[in-house]
């Protein structure tokens, strides 16, 4: 490690909340989440190259997440991560979300924060007689992800 590593950051401080029956009030499923990807996303870009271009020119457009987040799956736990997801087939509205890739709050200020509302697209529960069960659920954000610092 080189001299300044206090300004490096680390992933097991990982916060992600999200409400658990849309639009409801968010909840920490921080200690059931091993991994969040695909944050902060994409932005799509239309080709507008025209003639006597030297090579293709791009106009930046609307932002497309999708990201996923792997997750301890206990069906028996009236609060856990598989209760929060696992009627996601029924959903009639998004979910809040918010994501603190190095953590939320004191003495975490100025740091990334992920927030928005988003869709539950499919949950993948590949089953493994030797481990323990883990979920990737996979999210797509509605109308744009909001990028700040936690405060």
């Known amino acids: 490690m080189g001299a300044n590593t206090a300004t490096r950051l680390h992933g ?38 025209t003639g006597g271009a030297q090579g293709h020119k791009h106009f930046p457009g609307l ?43 004191a003495p975490t200020t100025g740091l990334p924060k992920y927030t928005g509302e988003c869709w539950i697209k499919s949950i993948d529960m590949p089953v493994k007689t030797t481990d323990v069960v883990i979920m990737t659920v996979h999210f797509v954000a509605e109308n744009g992800v909001t990028q700040a610092l936690t405060t």
């Open 63 to 105: 932002q497309k997440q999708e990201f996923s987040a792997k997750m301890v799956c206990n069906p028996i736990a009236a609060t856990g991560a598989y209760e929060a997801v696992r009627t996601y087939q029924t959903d009639t509205q998004t979910r809040s979300f918010e994501f603190y890739p190095a953590g939320k709050g």
């Open 12 to 49: 097991r401080n990982l916060a992600f909340w999200l409400d658990i029956t849309a639009g409801g009030a968010l909840t920490d499923y921080s200690a059931d989440t091993m991994e969040v990807t695909g944050l902060p996303g994409e932005v799509e870009f239309g080709d507008v190259t």
